[in-house]
Protein backbone atom coordinates (compact mmCIF):
# COMPACT_ATOMS: atom_id res chain seq x y z
CA UNK A 1 0.00 0.00 0.00
CA UNK A 2 1.36 3.08 -0.88
CA UNK A 3 3.03 5.40 2.09
CA UNK A 4 4.77 8.16 3.07
CA UNK A 5 7.03 7.89 6.34
CA UNK A 6 8.32 11.06 7.34
CA UNK A 7 11.09 11.55 9.94
CA UNK A 8 10.65 12.57 13.50
CA UNK A 9 10.19 15.70 15.61
CA UNK A 10 12.87 18.62 15.42
CA UNK A 11 13.81 21.61 17.59
CA UNK A 12 15.64 23.96 16.34
CA UNK A 13 17.19 27.56 17.55
CA UNK A 14 16.47 30.57 15.66
CA UNK A 15 18.80 31.10 12.80
CA UNK A 16 19.35 27.36 12.47
CA UNK A 17 18.44 25.04 9.90
CA UNK A 18 15.99 21.92 9.46
CA UNK A 19 15.68 18.83 7.08
CA UNK A 20 12.60 16.90 7.01
CA UNK A 21 12.46 13.21 5.04
CA UNK A 22 9.57 11.76 3.80
CA UNK A 23 10.30 8.07 2.14
CA UNK A 24 7.78 7.11 -0.11
CA UNK A 25 7.07 3.13 -1.07
CA UNK A 26 4.00 1.18 -2.51
CA UNK A 27 4.10 2.98 -5.79
CA UNK A 28 6.88 4.51 -8.66
CA UNK A 29 8.63 7.15 -6.83
CA UNK A 30 8.57 8.59 -10.13
CA UNK A 31 5.30 8.77 -11.03
CA UNK A 32 4.08 11.41 -9.00
CA UNK A 33 4.52 14.94 -7.75
CA UNK A 34 5.66 15.53 -4.13
CA UNK A 35 4.21 18.33 -1.94
CA UNK A 36 4.93 20.08 1.33
CA UNK A 37 2.22 21.59 3.23
CA UNK A 38 2.68 23.24 7.21
CA UNK A 39 0.26 23.87 9.91
CA UNK A 40 0.99 26.30 12.53
CA UNK A 41 -0.28 25.42 15.96
CA UNK A 42 -4.13 26.16 15.61
CA UNK A 43 -3.66 27.08 12.15
CA UNK A 44 -4.75 26.00 9.13
CA UNK A 45 -2.90 24.30 5.67
CA UNK A 46 -0.73 26.48 3.81
CA UNK A 47 1.23 24.63 0.80
CA UNK A 48 5.14 25.09 0.63
CA UNK A 49 5.92 24.02 -2.86
CA UNK A 50 6.49 20.88 -4.79
CA UNK A 51 9.10 18.62 -6.25
CA UNK A 52 9.19 16.52 -9.94
CA UNK A 53 11.16 12.78 -8.44
CA UNK A 54 11.80 12.33 -12.12
CA UNK A 55 13.95 15.81 -12.87
CA UNK A 56 14.14 16.64 -9.05
CA UNK A 57 13.30 20.52 -10.41
CA UNK A 58 11.56 22.15 -7.49
CA UNK A 59 8.98 24.84 -7.33
CA UNK A 60 8.20 26.82 -4.04
CA UNK A 61 5.49 29.05 -2.76
CA UNK A 62 6.31 32.76 -3.32
CA UNK A 63 6.95 32.81 0.94
CA UNK A 64 9.23 30.68 1.09
CA UNK A 65 11.98 32.14 -1.61
CA UNK A 66 15.38 32.19 -1.28
CA UNK A 67 15.12 29.98 2.15
CA UNK A 68 13.52 26.85 1.51
CA UNK A 69 15.09 23.58 -0.80
CA UNK A 70 13.45 20.65 -1.94
CA UNK A 71 15.59 17.21 -3.18
CA UNK A 72 15.47 13.61 -3.52
CA UNK A 73 17.24 10.66 -3.55
CA UNK A 74 16.42 8.44 -5.75
CA UNK A 75 18.34 5.26 -4.26
CA UNK A 76 16.35 5.36 -1.12
CA UNK A 77 12.67 6.74 -2.75
CA UNK A 78 12.80 9.62 -0.38
CA UNK A 79 12.33 13.59 -0.96
CA UNK A 80 13.16 15.82 1.71
CA UNK A 81 12.54 19.82 2.43
CA UNK A 82 15.18 21.90 3.49
CA UNK A 83 13.62 25.20 5.56
CA UNK A 84 16.65 27.79 6.77
CA UNK A 85 16.79 30.53 8.86
CA UNK A 86 14.10 29.75 10.72
CA UNK A 87 12.06 32.00 12.87
CA UNK A 88 9.81 31.13 15.76
CA UNK A 89 7.07 31.66 13.26
CA UNK A 90 8.02 28.94 11.26
CA UNK A 91 7.13 26.19 14.10
CA UNK A 92 4.64 23.74 12.45
CA UNK A 93 3.69 20.55 11.41
CA UNK A 94 5.28 19.92 8.12
CA UNK A 95 3.33 17.19 5.63
CA UNK A 96 4.88 15.48 2.66
CA UNK A 97 1.43 14.74 0.59
CA UNK A 98 1.61 12.86 -2.71
CA UNK A 99 -0.16 14.94 -6.10
CA UNK A 100 -2.59 13.28 -8.06
CA UNK A 101 -3.62 14.78 -11.25
CA UNK A 102 -7.07 14.06 -13.25
CA UNK A 103 -8.44 16.32 -16.50
CA UNK A 104 -5.13 18.61 -15.26
CA UNK A 105 -6.44 19.71 -11.48
CA UNK A 106 -4.33 18.41 -8.89
CA UNK A 107 -4.89 17.11 -5.33
CA UNK A 108 -3.04 15.26 -2.60
CA UNK A 109 -4.35 11.87 -2.50
CA UNK A 110 -1.97 11.04 0.26
CA UNK A 111 -0.44 12.22 2.99
CA UNK A 112 2.51 11.46 5.34
CA UNK A 113 1.96 11.51 8.82
CA UNK A 114 3.54 14.90 10.09
CA UNK A 115 6.80 16.27 11.57
CA UNK A 116 6.62 18.63 14.55
CA UNK A 117 9.48 21.62 14.20
CA UNK A 118 10.02 23.96 17.32
CA UNK A 119 11.97 27.02 16.51
CA UNK A 120 12.85 27.86 20.08
CA UNK A 121 15.86 30.03 21.59
CA UNK B 1 -2.53 34.65 -3.90
CA UNK B 2 -6.37 34.51 -4.08
CA UNK B 3 -7.73 34.07 -0.67
CA UNK B 4 -9.93 31.28 -0.35
CA UNK B 5 -12.77 31.54 2.48
CA UNK B 6 -14.85 29.42 4.58
CA UNK B 7 -17.29 29.43 7.15
CA UNK B 8 -15.30 29.42 10.51
CA UNK B 9 -17.35 26.50 12.05
CA UNK B 10 -21.04 24.82 11.71
CA UNK B 11 -22.61 22.58 14.07
CA UNK B 12 -25.18 19.84 13.38
CA UNK B 13 -27.02 17.60 14.89
CA UNK B 14 -26.48 13.25 14.66
CA UNK B 15 -28.50 12.37 11.58
CA UNK B 16 -28.70 15.65 9.90
CA UNK B 17 -26.70 16.95 7.32
CA UNK B 18 -23.82 19.29 7.33
CA UNK B 19 -23.04 22.01 4.69
CA UNK B 20 -19.81 24.01 3.72
CA UNK B 21 -18.72 26.49 1.56
CA UNK B 22 -16.05 27.53 -0.24
CA UNK B 23 -15.08 30.50 -2.11
CA UNK B 24 -12.76 32.94 -4.11
CA UNK B 25 -11.78 34.92 -7.10
CA UNK B 26 -9.51 33.83 -9.82
CA UNK B 27 -10.67 30.14 -9.23
CA UNK B 28 -14.26 29.87 -11.28
CA UNK B 29 -13.06 27.36 -14.00
CA UNK B 30 -10.47 25.37 -11.68
CA UNK B 31 -11.67 21.97 -9.61
CA UNK B 32 -12.10 22.13 -5.77
CA UNK B 33 -11.01 19.44 -2.94
CA UNK B 34 -11.94 18.75 0.06
CA UNK B 35 -9.91 17.25 3.58
CA UNK B 36 -11.23 16.50 6.35
CA UNK B 37 -8.53 16.52 9.67
CA UNK B 38 -9.25 15.29 13.34
CA UNK B 39 -6.92 16.37 15.92
CA UNK B 40 -3.47 14.95 16.06
CA UNK B 41 -3.79 13.73 12.46
CA UNK B 42 -3.12 14.20 8.91
CA UNK B 43 -5.44 15.43 6.45
CA UNK B 44 -7.41 12.76 4.41
CA UNK B 45 -9.14 13.56 1.25
CA UNK B 46 -12.74 12.80 1.15
CA UNK B 47 -13.66 14.70 -2.05
CA UNK B 48 -11.93 15.53 -5.16
CA UNK B 49 -12.55 17.08 -8.41
CA UNK B 50 -15.78 18.99 -6.87
CA UNK B 51 -18.10 15.64 -6.65
CA UNK B 52 -15.80 13.07 -6.64
CA UNK B 53 -15.43 10.15 -3.78
CA UNK B 54 -12.26 8.56 -3.03
CA UNK B 55 -12.65 5.09 -2.53
CA UNK B 56 -13.19 3.97 0.78
CA UNK B 57 -14.91 7.42 1.64
CA UNK B 58 -18.60 6.78 2.92
CA UNK B 59 -21.37 7.74 0.08
CA UNK B 60 -22.80 10.52 3.18
CA UNK B 61 -19.36 12.61 1.58
CA UNK B 62 -20.03 14.41 -1.39
CA UNK B 63 -19.42 17.58 -2.95
CA UNK B 64 -21.04 20.39 -5.51
CA UNK B 65 -19.63 23.34 -7.40
CA UNK B 66 -21.33 26.23 -9.01
CA UNK B 67 -19.44 29.34 -9.95
CA UNK B 68 -16.58 30.30 -7.92
CA UNK B 69 -18.05 28.38 -4.88
CA UNK B 70 -17.87 25.19 -4.00
CA UNK B 71 -19.91 22.97 -1.34
CA UNK B 72 -19.42 19.71 0.78
CA UNK B 73 -22.32 18.21 1.88
CA UNK B 74 -21.65 15.59 4.97
CA UNK B 75 -25.86 13.64 5.10
CA UNK B 76 -26.70 11.93 7.81
CA UNK B 77 -23.59 13.46 10.14
CA UNK B 78 -22.38 10.89 12.68
CA UNK B 79 -20.20 12.08 15.92
CA UNK B 80 -16.97 10.58 13.74
CA UNK B 81 -17.54 13.11 11.44
CA UNK B 82 -16.38 15.75 13.95
CA UNK B 83 -13.53 17.49 12.17
CA UNK B 84 -11.75 20.11 10.49
CA UNK B 85 -12.11 20.52 6.89
CA UNK B 86 -10.50 22.60 4.19
CA UNK B 87 -11.11 23.21 0.85
CA UNK B 88 -8.11 23.17 -1.82
CA UNK B 89 -7.78 25.02 -4.94
CA UNK B 90 -5.23 25.95 -7.55
CA UNK B 91 -4.75 29.82 -7.95
CA UNK B 92 -4.09 29.91 -11.76
CA UNK B 93 -2.62 33.22 -11.38
CA UNK B 94 -0.25 32.70 -8.74
CA UNK B 95 0.58 29.15 -9.60
CA UNK B 96 0.23 28.46 -6.53
CA UNK B 97 -1.77 25.50 -4.44
CA UNK B 98 -4.45 27.08 -1.99
CA UNK B 99 -6.11 26.00 0.80
CA UNK B 100 -9.40 27.38 2.31
CA UNK B 101 -9.35 28.74 6.08
CA UNK B 102 -10.96 26.05 7.34
CA UNK B 103 -14.37 24.48 8.62
CA UNK B 104 -15.08 23.14 12.15
CA UNK B 105 -17.82 20.61 11.96
CA UNK B 106 -18.80 19.99 15.82
CA UNK B 107 -21.61 17.26 16.25
CA UNK B 108 -23.79 18.20 18.87
Known amino acids: QVQLVQSGAEVKKPGASVKVSCKISGYSFTSKYLHWVRQAPGQGLKWMGMINPTGGRARYARNFQGRLSMTRDMSTSTVYMDLSSLRSEDTAVYYCARARETSGHYYFDYWGQGTLVIVSS | SSVVTQEPSVSVAPGQTAKITCGGDNIDSQSFHWYQQKPGQAPVLVVY???DRPSGIPERYSGSKSGNTATLIISRVEAGDEADYYC???????????FGSGTKVTVL
Open chain 2, 49 to 51: DNS
Open chain 2, 88 to 98: QVWDRITDHYV
